[in-house]
């Protein structure tokens, strides 16, 4: 019965796709053992093709079972109408994740979804052909088959499954998981095409040279006539965690207002650089971004701007990079590590504990930085932190995260909140956040640590604060000159000991987060109001040893009350949403200078 069906998988097609079904299942689980192999230079988001080569395996597997069924003699494929629409559709979503990837330059993730079409054709194909037969066969008066009665009850039951349950759970599967990496390749798509990128991608040498990334790095105001001078500092941008160099845009072009011109640096993953090494070290990032100012190439002095952890990452340059072209120092809102800090003003014993077995460390001022313990702070709130990274990295190609990160009331420039947005929507932001995490998120302080030396540890210990840093290198600064800085018209600097370095520093924070006034802060629980008065003290206090500690010369400025711009309080957001304020106190103290002028 049935016999003029000759295409079977054992036929050329068949085994086309049977060899096609092998090869997505290979690259499948490859993917996702290869996602977490450490110790390599990465390129991408490898979950990307993951989930394309997932939705080709079911594609596949459907396309085998649709064969199977149109030729057996003992079978019927049911519900052909709704396999040759699902196969239209497959073919569609096809073709639009392969131009979607392949506009962006994503040549791997496209190749994979191109062969979608093979599946997606035959079962079209096949579902057609099934149909037209049976209604042959209705027409020529043969009864529908049913399960025979000579078959086994095993096989019945296999038999019904297969035909009932398969179709609608793989249907459902691949229509939705693959609507959603078709959403996420076209948005891409259309960012790419929307923003272009506004910098230069300068390659970087990493792992003792073996392999080559690519850094992006932004510059305004900076053109071949300030190259050519190479006298006039550069301010250096550098962003908190997570934040891409579009958060700190309107910060650059306020202080290129004033006629300065400023860079900012996408650390590995973010913005458009590339993910770079993994194990990420932060050692070499802060050597990488020495390298990207070198080949831009910026041979101007610069003048280190750090917001939140880029103040860290700044302080780190300072002890690993090449300090001497450093004229100055900006932190904006910086702490050494604020998960420490929060939790020693809770007076928790794990973190005492714990910061007593980093003192513990030599600090003789010739520590290594990979002789520091891997010590936990919290480790239930790391590993949470840690694995929720890792699970968005591995969801971004499927525009799950693209409902996140929305809220950016009051951003300036306004017309570039669009393109800001979109570089939270990659498939390579979370990568880059659970990469720089480093599972601990302390991974930049422990190696800052590593350079503590005696004098300053001593000075914090006499000051009974748990947090150590390094104060900056005797003879950085001496370059700077500027006889209008206020920073340069200090009556006095911090006795000796506790630095001998003379670089200009500024501190600038928002006020909001030292006022304990729990109702201003919207805080009506007692207990919740107990843990942020402890929190304002600590904060204000690790600004006051900044001061004291970081140079001999370093001043700090904080912003309480409305700011000109939008005459609204300072809160923890004044860096992208109060910008040219914050560009003209910055220029004033550094070079008695008004940004909105550009006269002294």
């Known amino acids: 019965m049935w016999y003029f069906r000759k295409h079977t998988i054992l036929s050329i097609p068949g085994l086309v796709l049977v060899l096609l079904t092998i090869t997505y299942g290979i690259a499948f689980f490859t993917y996702i053992g290869f996602s977490a192999r450490r110790g390599r230079l990465i390129k991408g988001n490898e979950f990307t093709d993951m989930w394309i080569a997932l939705i080709g395996l079911l594609l596949g597997a459907q396309a085998l079972f649709v064969i199977s069924a149109y030729r057996a003699t003992s079978r019927y494929l049911y519900w052909t109408i709704v396999w040759m629409i699902y196969g239209a559709i497959m073919f569609l979503f096809s073709l639009l994740v392969t131009g979607g990837y392949g506009s962006i330059g994503d040549g791997s993730a496209a190749a994979w979804a191109i062969f979608w079409l093979i599946p997606s054709a035959s079962i079209f194909f096949y579902a057609a052909k099934a149909r037209r037969g049976y209604a042959v066969d209705r027409m020529m008066g043969i009864p529908e088959y049913r399960p025979r009665l000579a078959e086994s009850r095993g096989a019945v039951l296999f038999y019904v499954a297969m035909d009932n349950v398969f179709p609608w759970l793989t249907w459902i599967a691949c229509l939705f998981f693959g609507l959603l990496v078709v959403i996420q390749a076209l948005c891409l798509a259309n960012d790419h095409r929307a923003y272009d990128r506004p910098g230069a991608l300068v390659p970087i040498q990493t792992n003792g040279g073996e392999d080559w990334y690519k850094l992006h790095v932004w510059c305004v105001g900076y053109d071949a006539d300030t190259q050519a001078k190479g006298k006039a500092p550069v301010f250096v941008l550098l962003t908190d965690f997570g934040m891409p160099s579009t958060s700190m845009m309107g910060l650059a072009q306020g202080i290129a207002n004033s006629g300065h011109p400023a860079c900012i640096v996408d650390r590995p993953g973010y913005g458009w650089s590339e993910p770079g090494y993994w194990d990420q070290n932060p050692s070499d990032v802060v050597k990488s971004i020495n390298q990207a100012l070198t080949k831009y190439p910026i041979n101007n002095p610069i003048v280190l701007v750090g917001w939140g952890d880029g103040g860290v990452w700044s302080q780190l340059y300072m002890q690993e990079a090449d300090y001497t072209r450093v004229v100055g120092v900006v932190l904006l809102d910086t702490y050494p590590n604020l998960e420490i800090l929060q939790t020693y003003a809770l007076n928790r014993t794990t973190t005492l504990q714990n910061l007593r077995q980093l003192r513990s460390v030599s600090l003789s001022g010739t520590t290594k930085a990979n002789t520091i313990p891997e010590v936990h702070f919290d480790k239930t709130l790391e590993e949470s932190a840690s694995r929720m990274f ?120 928002s006020g909001k987060q030292f006022d304990s006034n729990c109702r201003a802060q919207g805080i009506t629980d007692s207990e919740e109001c107990t843990k942020w008065q402890a929190f304002a003290w600590f904060f204000y206090r690790q600004q006051i040893e900044y001061q004291q500690t970081l140079s001999q010369n370093a001043a700090f400025l904080l912003c309480t009350s409305a700011v000109s711009e939008d005459d609204k309080l300072c809160d923890t957001d004044f860096v992208w949403t109060r910008p040219n304020w914050l560009a003209a106190a910055i220029v004033k103290q550094l070079f008695g200078q008004s940004p909105a002028t550009g006269t002294k």
């Open 390 to 509: 890792s699970n968005w990295r591995a969801v971004s190609p499927i525009a799950l995260h693209r409902a996140r990160n929305n809220k950016w009331t009051g951003f300036e420039p306004e017309d570039a909140l669009g393109m800001h947005r979109s570089l939270f929507r990659n498939n390579l932001y979370y990568q880059a956040k659970y990469f720089e995490y480093g599972g601990t998120g302390a991974k930049l302080y422990q190696i800052l640590l590593g350079h503590v030396v005696s004098a300053t540890d001593a000075v914090l210990v006499y000051h009974h604060w748990p947090l150590r840093w390094p104060s900056f290198r005797e003879g950085s600064g001496s370059a700077f000159s500027s006889p209008k800085s206020a920073l340069n018209r200090r009556a006095g600097g911090v006795p000796l000991p506790a630095s001998n370095s003379k670089l200009p520093v500024l501190l600038i924070a």
